[in-house]
């Protein structure tokens, strides 16, 4: 297993540190480097301005937000980036859901898997520079249709570095889970659990049994984000994430429309989600973080003593599908190297 190392999306500023962690991890062999985005900082200027302090480290999207781009547009700056930094891109994207899609972007968002199929393609016609681009599908046309008539077909001026960046897919569902093993390089899941292994490895299969799939079991990537907080008790580390277990279970999209709730319900927390939903849809997201069990943390989360940390690294998260354990969490100094020597061992 290959390990990474997560900045994630900001919060009301830029995260602290940052810089120090990144050539910390770069320094320690640490494999990928890797932002986010919601409604707020976006994915790609913090990766390129962090990025450009780095030699080694592959820069990693998880995610970019198909709706908030043309895929033209995103093609375009991973090819820049991707130049910049001597071939270390590794393009991240996902669909998010209507809340964002609708509410931020002011984009439909029915058909999610249709419009992610239809947008990688377009950008990988981008990227191959073989010909003048075009494309007639549902969601996208190139040119496009109506208006004034006068657009045509172009070519990337810019050669691309290589004509075949690297694609992951975020995807939570078993539909989508298997679009990313038919169509993508590979796969970021959200909230990834050990004890829900079985079940996406199901998905995959299926998306790598299609008529042709991509790639096969034995070349997909598969890069997990999993939260990482270091303390003596168990109990005062898992707080520092409940509230954020709460906002994905509880508060990030409509009761009948949170994809994060659907991850934790498959896990078997359904009456706890049912009550952390109430409590922040009705305005206590104190409360709904406070409704977080521990051991709902502890499903998807590393938290507590560097021991248990590096025990359940071992025993948990290695035998599973994952590829890449990005770590979003930079572990203390004392501990470090006996962490990361736990995942890539």
């Known amino acids: 297993m ?18 120090r962690i990144l050539t910390e ?43 908030a781009r043309p895929p033209t547009t995103l093609a375009m700056a991973a090819l820049t980036l991707d130049h910049l930094s001597g071939g270390r891109v590794i393009l991240g994207i996902g669909a998010s859901g209507p809340q964002v899609v609708e509410g931020w972007y002011g984009q439909p968002y029915p058909r999610p898997l249709e419009r992610t199929r239809e947008y990688i393609e377009i950008m990988r016609k981008v990227w191959a520079r073989e010909e003048p681009v075009t494309y007639s599908g549902r969601h996208y046309q190139l040119p496009a249709q109506g208006g004034t008539g006068l657009g045509k077909p172009l070519k990337s001026i810019v050669h691309p570095l290589r004509s075949d960046i690297p694609i992951y897919m975020g995807a939570e569902g078993p539909k989508n889970v298997a679009l990313a093993a038919e169509i993508a390089d590979g796969w970021t899941p959200l909230w990834f659990s050990p004890k829900s292994d079985k079940f996406y490895r199901a998905a995959l299969a299926e998306g ?36 954020t277990v709460a906002l994905y279970a509880g508060g990030m999209g409509a009761k009948g429309a949170n994809f994060h709730n659907d991850v934790f319900v498959r896990m078997g927390w359904g009456d706890a989600c049912a009550e952390i939903q109430e409590l922040y849809l009705s305005g206590r997201p104190d409360l709904a973080a406070q409704a977080v069990p521990t051991e709902m943390v502890e499903d998807v989360a590393l938290v507590g003593p560097a021991d248990k940390i590096i025990e359940e690294i071992e025993t948990k998260w290695k035998p599973t599908c994952l590829t890449t354990l990005i770590l979003g969490g930079w572990p203390k100094p004392e501990n470090r190297e006996r962490i990361l020597e736990a995942v890539q061992s």
């Open 208 to 243: 790598f049994a299609r008529e042709g799939a991509r790639r096969t079991q034995d070349d997909f990537e598969i890069a997990n984000v999993c939260w990482l907080v270091e303390n003596d008790d168990v109990e005062k580390a898992a707080a520092r994430l409940k509230p």
């Open 2 to 19: 290959k390990v990474g190392v997560a900045a994630g999306y900001w919060g009301s500023g830029p995260p602290r540190h940052v810089e």
């Open 25 to 67: 991890a770069e320094e320690l062999g640490v494999g990928s480097f890797w932002t986010a985005e919601t409604y707020g900082s976006d994915a790609l200027t913090p990766l390129a301005w962090w990025g450009a302090r780095t030699s080694n480290i592959k820069l990693g999207t998880s995610v970019c937000q198909i709706s």
